[in-house]
């Protein structure tokens, strides 16, 4: 009878295995919400932190052998919180959750309530998602508006050689980090009409870039305020120049 019973059971529990593995992997041309653990330092020590993000696959991305470009996306202060929904505001996730399929594996994380962009928990999902899935390190880009903007700066301050390049959109940067910046190429947007401090900054660090060798360019749009980001990423020539971007010397 335990013979029997085994026999009935075993099949059962690897189907159940087989759904569960499929839940945990995204379905090519979906977008889908996901969370990630991962683990941090801080002044007190160690700590764990669980990351919500969209995560959008290309559809083609079960074609063999093929590595793809991952996109990490920042959104602003309005879209902190704990709802998922809210990060398809603005922004690729915005355009994937119209049906815009990208050539690229999309990650579009929420930052909390109350809470700036850390760097190192961005750092370590990115690395976890590439270990994850089948993406191409050289090939590894960061994007963002507002406070996303001003996130885009941090991470690439942070962590200098592991992006091949960065769009900050109207995000405030440190002028003081040129000489760690100066090897990523970096393409700013900012509108005329934004706060004059923000404008003052997107102009700031792109000189400073320049003045340190670095591969910058300034776009200032003259006719708009805050939300330059819309025009931003509806220009199919931003993804072009983002994605001809590879790591130096590899």
Known sequence: MLKNLCATLIPIVSCLALV?????SPAPGKQVPATTTVKVKSAEGERE????YLLALPADYDKPEQKWPLVLFLHGAGERGDDLEKVKIH????????????????VSPQCESGSRWNPQELAKLVDHLANTYRVDRQRLYVTGLSMGGSGTWSLVTEFPGMFAAAIPICGRGDTAAAEKLKNTPIWIFVGAEDRAATVQNCEAMAAELKKAGGDVQLKVYPDLSHDCWTVTYDNP???AWLLKQRLAGK
């Open 49 to 52: 932190t669980t990351l919500r």
């Open 20 to 24: 569960a593995s499929a839940a945990d």
């Open 91 to 106: 922004g690729p996730p915005k355009l994937a959750a119209g049906g815009k399929d990208f050539p690229f594996v999309l």
């Open 237 to 239: 020539e931003v993804y």
